[in-house]
């Protein structure tokens, strides 16, 4: 019984330690499925756990995408185009999300 419980506990932390790349790609699969809450909760996973990393910024403006043309949700757009301005500054995508955020007000 002892060993059958490692076991399982094993596969669970070997389950839950994704890297980066494969947090994006399985929130892509979750898009692509029409999950997106579940793909939400995989880019918020990548941007807490992998907050340095190169995909964390596109992570974070895929949540603006999402919440745009998915959830229909303006407030939570705003909240993530500033976020993607604020903790990637230097990046694309917060280049990007400057230009919307100016024309945010024409968006409503």
Known sequence: MKKTLIIIFSLIIIGCSKNAPELMELAQLNLDANDEDIAIKNLALLISKF???SLAS????????????WKHNPEMVFEALNKTVKNYPKSVQANQAKKELVGFQEWI
């Open 51 to 53: 907050p340095d990393d």
């Open 58 to 69: 596109l992570a974070q403006y895929k949540l603006v995408n999402i919440y745009k043309n």
